[in-house]
């Protein structure tokens, strides 16, 4: 069961991450990160992400500018910023390192407990990719929430709510540490190589092969 089992767990541990990964690049460069729908004027919807505020207007299509300064934005997308870079790296560095600890890659195929050790930290990449990617989107979604409920602001000022790169990157963050998950866990199964095999059943033939001349009158 664990020639068939651990090589399908490594592959989709990596197909996860690496869809992880993808996602978490694109939760970066999205501008949907929040959404403002002025109701003075429903054709117009304003979105912010990490690096440019866009206007979303049915006729025009989209509008978007650049941030002037880095120090000139909240908090929240300063950090955003940072942690976003950080989950990209090390996601793909846990690909990479990954991609040598796999049974299916015939490189280092003599050195087990290396590839074991690649595993294993491919895997810890991707839970930190994965939190990495958490912590910003939560951070972003815990001040919108803030700012839509707070009661110093008139009922008549627009509110922020969620963007789609929120969502995005709840997934990716999800997806991430799964595939970090299912790579680690196959570090725990045992692998049976086949030459073991072999050489385990020719022994007990000559074994029988023995006993049965001794046996003979």
Known sequence: ???????????????????GWVLSCLTTYLPQWKNLNLELNELEIWTMGLWQACVVQEEGGMQCKDFDSFLALPPELRISRILMFFSNGSGLLGLLVSGFGLDCLKIGERQQEQKKRLLLFGGMLFWISGITAIVPVSWVAHSTVQEFWDENIP????????????????????????????????????????????YTVAEQQDQCQHLETETRP
């Not at 069961?1 to 541990?13: D, E, F």
Request: net charge neutral.
């Open 1 to 19: 069961m664990a020639l068939v089992h651990r090589p399908m767990m490594q592959l989709s541990g990596m197909l996860f991450s690496l869809v």
């Open 155 to 198: 009922d008549i000022v627009p509110r922020w709510d969620f963007g789609e790169a929120l969502f995005v990157g709840w997934l990716a963050g999800f997806c991430l540490i799964l595939g970090g998950s299912l790579l680690n866990c196959t570090i725990c199964s045992t692998e049976v190589h086949r030459s073991s095999v072999r």
